[in-house]
C-alpha cells in the first residue's frame, strides 16, 4: 500500500528545516519528499495532517525494559505500547536487568521478546562486564554477532581502570560502541541531591557536580589512549561541558547525552521529597539546566533521550534517600522536550536532530531521516496542544513520573513503524 501525507509541517533534521509539504510511503520506506502542493498519486491512502506537524520517529537511547527478571515494572508489550503512544519508533534497550544481558543467551532471549511483543522497532544493548560488575569484560564480538548495538554496564561505573581500559581498547578492535556513565563511583555513592545549600537544609545526602567533571576526565583520557568509539550517557553540568568540548575539538570519536528530567526539571524540584524526582544522577541547579540545554542547541551534546526507568510503587514509597532513583518517560520525553521549544531554547528542527537523527547516526541506524529510502518511521503530532499529565492513563506498567498533575504542551496524533500505524489518537 501507498501512503501519501498531505498539509504537512515536515521536520527534517538532516537538513536542519521545516517545511510545509507532502511526504509519500510505499513499502515501508519513504519514496518522496515535497514541498508546497503536489498531484496525489493514484491508488494511495491519504492522510490530511491537516497542518500538523510529521517528522522521523524518535530514536530512544538508553531505555530499561525489566525482562527478563523484573517483569512486573516493565515488559516489552507494555514499553512498546507506551513508545508508539509517545512518538518513539526505535528503543534502544539497556542491559541493567536481572540477570544482565551480558551473554548472547540472554541476548537472543530479550531480542526474540521483543520482536515477539513490542509494536516498534527494539534494538538492544549490552553489558561490557560481566554482571556489571566491573571485573572481567564479556564476550563482546559475539554479543555483537548477536545483534548488540552498543556495550554498557549503565549506572554501574568501571572504577578499576585498567579493566576499562582493556574493554576499551578490545571495543575498539572491533568496533563497537561503548556507553558509561561519567560518575566518580566514589564521590557519588550514596547521593541523592546535588550539593549546595538547598540540600543541606533539607537534609539529603549530596554529591558535587566535580564528581562528573572527574568521571569524564578519566573516561576522555582512556578514550585518548585507545582510540575507542564513546558515548557518555548523560551529561547534566555546566562543569563537565568544557571537557567533553576540548575532547571533541582533538578529534576524538566522542559524543554525548542528557536525559529529558535534567533538561526540564532542577534541584528545587524535590523540596517536597517526592522520590519521582529522585534520580541518578540527581537533578541539578537551574545554572546547569539551562547550560546544558544550551549544549543541546549548539550541538555539543549530541543526543536527548528519555532514559526510561520504571521503579514499581514499593521502591519509590520510602524515604526519598532510600527509594530507587528513576523515572518512566516513553510517554512524556515528546511535551517534555517540546518545552525547550516553547521556551525558545532550540527550533524544531535543531530538538529533532538530538532526538531522532543523531542517535540513529552514532549507532549506523537508516532511520531518523525525512528523505526517499529512509525507513518511514513517522510520527504525526501537534506542538501546542494543552493537556494535563495523569499518571493513571500511561500505558507503562510503572506509572513513576514527575509529570503527574504538570500542565504540558504536545500530543503525538499517529506514530507509524515501517509505514505501519502502531498508534492513532482516541
Avoid at 540545554?293 to 526510561?308: K, N, P, R, T
Wanted: charged share 25%.
Amino acid at each position: 500500500m501507498t501512503l501519501h501525507f498531505i498539509n504537512a509541517k515536515l521536520i527534517d533534521p538532516e537538513a536542519g528545516n521545516v517545511f510545509d509539504g507532502a511526504l509519500s510511503v510505499q513499502d515501508g520506506r519513504i519514496t518522496d519528499v515535497s514541498q508546497g502542493l503536489e498531484v496525489l498519486p493514484d491508488n494511495a491512502e491519504i492522510i490530511d495532517c491537516q497542518g500538523k506537524y510529521l517528522a522521523p520517529g524518535i530514536v530512544d537511547l538508553g531505555v530499561k525494559v525489566c525482562e527478563p527478571g523484573e517483569r512486573h515494572k516493565e515488559s516489552y508489550r507494555s514499553a512498546g505500547m507506551a513508545a508508539a503512544a509517545g512518538g518513539i519508533t526505535t528503543m534502544i534497550t539497556r542491559p541493567d536487568t536481572d540477570p544482565p544481558i551480558d551473554s548472547p543467551e540472554v541476548l537472543e532471549f530479550v531480542t526474540r521478546r521483543a520482536n515477539e511483543a513490542a509494536p516498534v522497532n527494539v534494538i538492544p544493548m549490552a553489558a561490557l562486564t560481566k554482571g556489571r560488575a566491573g571485573h572481567e569484560m564479556t564476550e563482546i564480538g559475539f554479543l555483537m554477532d548477536a545483534g548488540a548495538a552498543a556495550f554498557t554496564d549503565c549506572d554501574h561505573v568501571i572504577s578499576n581502570t585498567k579493566v576499562f581500559a582493556r574493554a576499551l581498547t578490545y571495543a575498539r578492535s572491533l568496533g563497537a560502541l561503548v556507553i558509561a556513565h561519567p560518575q566518580e563511583p566514589t564521590l557519588s555513592k550514596g547521593a541523592a541531591a546535588t550539593s549546595g545549600k538547598f540540600a543541606s537544609l533539607r537534609g539529603l545526602p549530596a554529591v558535587s557536580p566535580m564528581a562528573e567533571r572527574m568521571g569524564l576526565d578519566r573516561d576522555i583520557a582512556l578514550i585518548e589512549m585507545t582510540g575507542a568509539k564513546y558515548h557518555a550517557d548523560q551529561i547534566t553540568t555546566a562543569r563537565a561541558l568544557p571537557a567533553l568540548a576540548r575532547a571533541k575539538a582533538n578529534g576524538l570519536d566522542i559524543t554525548a547525552g542528557v536525559g529529558i528530567h535534567h533538561l526540564t526539571l532542577n534541584a528545587l524540584d524535590v523540596a517536597d521529597y517526592r522520590t519521582f524526582f529522585k534520580l541518578k544522577p540527581p537533578l541539578r541547579d537551574e545554572e546547569d539546566r539551562l547550560a546544558v540545554a544550551e549544549a543541546v542547541a549548539s550541538g555539543l551534546i549530541d543526543i536527548i533521550c528519555s532514559m526510561h526507568t520504571p521503579q514499581d510503587e514499593e521502591s519509590k514509597r520510602l524515604p526519598f534517600e532510600e527509594a530507587a532513583s528513576g523515572a518512566v518517560g516513553l510517554e512524556t520525553l515528546l511535551p517534555a522536550a517540546l518545552r525547550l521549544v516553547h521556551a525558545d531554547l532550540m527550533d524544531l528542527a535543531t530538538l529533532w536532530r538530538a532526538l531522532s537523527f543523531n542517535p540513529a547516526r552514532r549507532l549506523g541506524l537508516p532511520g531518523g531521516r525525512l528523505s526517499a529510502g529512509a525507513p518511514a518511521d513517522l510520527v504525526l503530532f501537534d506542538a501546542n496542544a494543552p493537556f494535563v499529565m495523569d499518571r493513571a492513563t500511561l500505558r507503562s506498567k510503572s506509572r513513576n513520573t514527575p509529570f503527574d498533575g504538570t500542565r504540558m504542551q504536545g500530543k503525538v496524533l499517529s506514530t507509524y513503524v515501517a509505514g505501519r500505524s502502531v498508534f492513532e489518537v482516541e
